[in-house]
């Protein structure tokens, strides 16, 4: 039986994946670096990484400097997935995480996934975590090239019979709060090491640390 929602103001939760409820920021950096040093450009810090990572992707890999005449922007993609691919299962489930999804659950509040990741390598991680009964829906890419979510987010909502005020989406990026903007629900987010705590506050979003700051709204 769902319990009382305490005056959580909500009745649909949009999770982001990537960051907000998986780990993976550092894998992200450590894969990057690797292809960075393989052609002897720039290393990525963790601090560059958080300043210089954004959607599309393509802009991320220009500023960091490849040259797309010898490297095309489709290849370096296929490149950092399956090195990222092959290890994403070393990150865990951001603290709280598990904790989050099933309070909101007892709530009798509806939950969703919205991500950049393609739709395969979203459903296999989420089932590999043993997360899926908690979300309604789970919509990623139709490929691994992340050039944003907005079109994704605007299908669903069309499907959803919720009035989309009554929504909160929860993500770790600036794409996250544009994306929020364009399904006109409210949005909070949370840091996680993709975007520094600047570019995050500059939305005008409320920027959490943690995701049982979430019940605080």
Same mark, same amino acid.
């Given at each position: 039986?769902?319990? $009382?929602?305490?005056?959580?103001?909500?009745?649909?939760?949009?999770?982001?994946?990537?960051? #907000?409820?998986?780990?993976?920021?550092?894998?992200?950096?450590? #894969?990057?670096? %690797?292809?960075?040093? @393989?052609?002897?450009?720039? +290393?990525?810090?963790?601090?560059?990484? $958080?300043?210089?990572?954004?959607?599309?992707? *393509?802009?991320?890999?220009?500023?960091? %400097?490849? =040259?797309?005449?010898?490297? +095309?922007? $489709?290849?370096?993609?296929? !490149?950092?997935?399956? %090195?990222?691919?092959?290890?994403?299962?070393?990150?865990?489930?951001?603290?709280?995480?598990? $904790?989050?999804?099933?309070? *909101?659950?007892?709530?009798?509040?509806?939950? @969703?996934?919205? @991500?950049?990741?393609?739709?395969?390598?979203? =459903?296999?991680?989420?089932?590999?975590?043993?997360?899926?009964?908690?979300?309604?829906?789970?919509?990623?890419?139709?490929?691994?090239?992340?050039?944003?979510? !907005?079109?994704?987010?605007?299908?669903?909502?069309?499907?959803?019979?919720? &009035?989309?005020?009554?929504?909160?989406? *929860?993500?770790?990026?600036?794409? &996250?709060?544009?994306?929020?903007?364009?399904?006109?629900?409210?949005?909070?987010?949370?840091?996680?090491?993709?975007? @520094?705590?600047?570019?995050?506050?500059?939305?005008?979003?409320?920027? *959490?640390?943690?995701?049982?700051?979430?019940?605080?709204?």
């Amino acid at each position: 039986m769902a319990m $009382e929602s305490n005056g959580f103001p909500y009745k649909h939760v949009i999770w982001d994946w990537n960051g #907000t409820l998986l780990d993976d920021a550092w894998l992200c950096v450590e #894969t990057m670096g %690797g292809m960075l040093e @393989s052609r002897g450009l720039s +290393p990525v810090t963790p601090e560059r990484y $958080e300043s210089l990572f954004g959607f599309p992707v *393509i802009d991320y890999y220009r500023a960091l %400097g490849f =040259d797309f005449a010898v490297d +095309p922007f $489709e290849s370096l993609s296929d !490149t950092f997935i399956d %090195g990222y691919r092959a290890r994403t299962t070393e990150c865990p489930l951001r603290d709280g995480s598990r $904790e989050a999804l099933e309070k *909101i659950a007892r709530m009798g509040i509806g939950q @969703s996934i919205l @991500s950049a990741m393609e739709q395969c390598q979203l =459903d296999s991680l989420i089932a590999h975590y043993g997360l899926r009964d908690y979300f309604t829906t789970v919509d990623g890419l139709n490929d691994h090239h992340a050039h944003g979510k !907005t079109a994704v987010g605007e299908r669903w909502l069309a499907a959803q019979s919720i &009035d989309p005020a009554a929504m909160i989406y *929860i993500g770790d990026t600036v794409h &996250d709060h544009e994306v929020a903007a364009a399904l006109g629900v409210d949005c909070v987010l949370i840091y996680s090491a993709h975007h @520094s705590r600047e570019r995050l506050a500059a939305t005008g979003r409320r920027v *959490i640390d943690t995701l049982d700051q979430v019940f605080d709204l």
